[in-house]
């Protein structure tokens, strides 16, 4: 079903007959099992960022709705309220760390670190706080004289199988690149169907036990798929400045792929690996003036941190056009022992992404430092990839951080069941 408006007699108070108070009496029973999830939405500043987000809040918290027998709201005032079992709350906080991505360029949210403290979320324990939470939404409808909106699920959505990242630990001697070879596959890339190059994989909050919510994905080229589709026996990334302009041509490709894709699969919500030098290119410039300005906050670049430093000044002029423009920018390609040399707020990018290893473990017990590193990088805005398995995020967890990439999140994700979908009918 989908939502839909439930008016209520104008000029009133809302009254026990009422649809949010008919559901906790249909709950009442188990009501000390449940607590309400309050989203203060009529605060956020941005009025084109809420209408935009607001029905993509909606939709995050379908899948524990669904689960647990909840229930979503839609109050007068555009406030937002969702009913869950606790036994889902990992799953409601791993939700909460896609809405803070989903709101993050609103100034209400811009710079929070506790969503709760700033004003913007609540929690009530209906086992607790039932009475209270039954004022507010007196108060709440006495203000906004209007209807309320249920919701329960809707049509069903198929996801796709995304193919997960390339495995790296079999190697096989190759010729290096040369310039007549590197001529040979830019001249192939130039007319191919770039299409079949693309490979997608999808950042997640994990949070406990809850299953993965994907925030965005990562539309990438797969260099070893590439590699054995042109020139098998060749190492591409063995000449680093050839490669260099190989990667540029690659940019070049995906921004027009992606500026050709109609089938609504890249309208938002996305990340794409790119240069420095592109951002800096005409090529770049035609592809964001085709890019609309709803769609740019929704939209993050990853430049690599061996390229950043290789012309900080260009990464300067680069990131600040980029950010000014409306896209968020994401520092990828950061080892363990390279966090300690970063500082994410000079760097002034609004993403920093971690490489998991094996080794995490020994940094963490020998250096003491450590967690300060981990403090100063913000860890609400960390990305650890190419996490393989469960032990990374356990450890990710212990550390705080909440977004993950990698093969046995893309494992996780794709073994969910289909999602029902929400859907505001005005």
């Not at 996801?159 to 040979?184: C, D, F, G, W």
Request: net charge neutral; glycine share 4%; hydrophobic share 40%.
């Amino acid at each position: 079903m989908r939502i839909s408006f439930v008016r209520g007699a104008e000029n009133t108070l809302i009254k026990q007959d009422t649809v949010i108070f008919d559901y906790m009496k249909k709950i009442e029973k188990d009501i000390n099992a449940y607590k309400v999830l309050y989203f203060y939405t009529h605060k956020l500043q941005s009025q084109s960022l809420k209408a935009m987000q607001r029905q993509s809040l909606v939709e995050t918290f379908e899948t524990v709705v669904k689960k647990s027998a909840g229930e979503i709201f839609a109050l007068p005032n555009e406030d937002i309220i969702v009913f869950f079992n606790k036994k889902c709350n990992d799953e409601v906080l791993a939700c909460l760390v896609k809405v803070r991505f989903m709101f993050h360029d609103d100034p209400l949210i811009r710079n929070a670190d506790d969503l709760e403290e700033i004003g913007f979320i609540k929690f009530y324990d209906l086992s607790v706080e039932s009475g209270a939470f039954r004022d507010i939404i007196r108060s709440t409808m006495q203000e906004g004289n209007g209807g309320v909106i249920g919701a329960s699920a809707q049509k069903s959505k198929q996801q796709s199988s995304i193919p997960s990242v390339y495995n790296t630990t079999t190697h096989k001697l190759r010729r290096v690149l040369t310039p007549e070879m590197l001529a040979k596959v830019q001249k192939i890339l130039s007319v191919a169907d770039f299409s079949s190059f693309i490979r997608r994989q999808s950042i997640c909050a994990v949070i406990g036990k809850a299953p993965p919510q994907r925030v965005f994905e990562e539309v990438y080229v797969s260099i070893p798929d590439l590699r054995e589709m042109l020139l098998p026996d060749v190492d591409l990334t063995a000449n680093p400045w050839l490669f260099l302009s190989l990667s540029e041509t690659l940019d070049k490709r995906v921004l027009e792929t992606i500026n050709r894709h109609d089938d609504g699969s890249l309208s938002g919500n996305f990340s794409i690996n790119i240069n420095v030098s592109t951002i800096l290119s005409d090529d770049f410039l035609e592809f964001d003036e085709n890019i609309s300005a709803s769609m740019r906050p929704s939209i993050i670049l990853e430049l690599q941190l061996v390229d950043i430093f290789s012309d900080i000044r260009a990464f300067i002029l680069a990131k600040t056009f980029a950010q000014a423009r409306g896209y968020k920018v994401c520092i990828d390609g950061i080892t363990v022992d390279k966090l300690k040399y970063l500082n994410r707020a000079n760097l002034n990018c609004d993403l920093i992404k971690i490489i998991w290893h094996p080794s995490f473990m020994d940094v963490i017990h020998e250096d003491q430092h450590f967690m300060d590193y981990v403090n100063k990088a913000e860890r609400a805005k960390m990305i650890l990839c190419r996490i393989d398995d469960p032990q990374a995020v356990e450890v990710g967890n212990s550390l705080g951080i909440n977004l993950y990439q990698g093969r046995y999140i893309q494992r996780m994700l794709n073994a969910q069941p289909r999602r029902t979908i929400f859907s505001v009918r005005k």
